[in-house]
Nanobody, 116 residues
Framework: QVQLVESGGGLVQAGGSLRLSCAAS????????MGWYRQAPGKQRELVAQ???????NYADSAKGRFTISRDNAKNTVYLQMNSLIPEDTAVYYC??????????WGQGTQVTVSS
């Protein structure tokens, strides 16, 4: 089992920044990749950014140039730095971990609201 705890969401004005954190615990040695997804009201959950065990990153087109995913292995924590936020970024953001068995683990979600 892998447990994920997110923090850092909130309300911000358009153009502002937020940093999300996701602390992992449990069988973290079996995690292949970690990432962030988001789900806006009435929409499907979508990948925002992902970082693999080897450090490779992958971003949604909407996140490229504005968001940065990073990790601190010593703290078993993944971060999502979000800059130049726009109202369309408003969503619940979920931390995700992909186990080597291809099981997906999810955090509880953190709300990000961007006001215009």
């Amino acid at each position: 089992q892998v447990q994920l705890v997110e923090s850092g969401g909130g309300l911000v004005q358009a153009g502002g920044s937020l940093r999300l954190s996701c602390a992992a615990s449990g069988r973290i040695f079996s995690i292949n990749a970690m990432g962030w997804y988001r789900q806006a009201p009435g929409k499907q959950r979508e990948l925002v950014a992902q970082i693999t065990r080897g450090g490779s990153t992958n971003y949604a087109d909407s996140a490229k140039g504005r968001f940065t995913i990073s990790r601190d292995n010593a703290k078993n924590t993944v971060y999502l730095q979000m800059n130049s936020l726009i109202p369309e970024d408003t969503a619940v953001y979920y931390c995700n971990a992909v186990h080597i068995s291809q099981v997906y683990y999810w955090g509880q979600g953190t709300q990000v609201t961007v006001s215009s």
